[in-house]
């Protein structure tokens, strides 16, 4: 069974992006690092590599959308605590893309999980823009035509699975 299903994610996501999404420095960012983490992942499936350098090469990635599309995760409210990062918003915000890029990836051991799971959450995000009105917006956008990328590939990876997405795509997730 091919192991590149990613492959056709991540393309279904470009040829998305450049249909309906507009340009800014955050979807630069993205568009990098996505790039980046499908090559980093097209290696990995043809030649597995060692754990470390994965490691790195997702802290550098993830680097590129802290700094350089200035996405940081600067406070989380949650059970009434107000937690305030501050001058340690860019390290948090890496370790959080980090250990979702890894999440991923470890729940991709069953046809079809994976892109479940992301389908539900893409979709859980896109109803949420909905409700918080924010139409045209990066959110919703990227939500939408992620959940076209997943269900289109989870057509094939239902099981019994014809392609397996591979850390290619559970890493792209």
């Not at 989380?76 to 990836?105: E, K, M, Q, W, Y």
């Not at 076209?148 to 290619?168: C, E, Q, R, S």
């Amino acid at each position: 069974i091919p192991t590149l299903g990613g492959i056709a994610i991540f393309l279904s996501f470009l040829i998305g992006y450049m249909l309906f999404a507009e340009q800014n420095t955050l979807m630069l960012s993205t568009l990098i690092a996505s790039f980046l983490i499908v090559i980093l992942g097209i290696v990995d499936d043809i030649k597995p590599m060692k754990a470390i350098y994965k490691f790195i090469g997702q802290i550098v990635i993830a680097s590129i959308v802290a700094f350089y599309g200035n996405l940081q995760l600067t406070t989380i409210t949650a059970l009434g605590l107000n937690i305030d990062f501050g001058i340690f918003a860019p390290i948090v915000t890496i370790i959080f893309i980090v250990a979702i890029i890894n999440a991923i990836n470890l729940i991709d051991g069953l046809d079809g999980l994976a892109s479940s799971v992301s389908s539900i959450y893409f979709l859980t995000v896109a109803i949420i823009g909905v409700i918080l009105n924010k139409f045209g917006g990066l959110d919703i956008m990227l939500t939408v035509i992620m959940l076209g990328a997943t269900l289109g590939f989870l057509v094939y990876n239902f099981p019994p699975a014809k392609i397996f997405m591979g850390d290619t795509g559970s890493t792209f997730l």
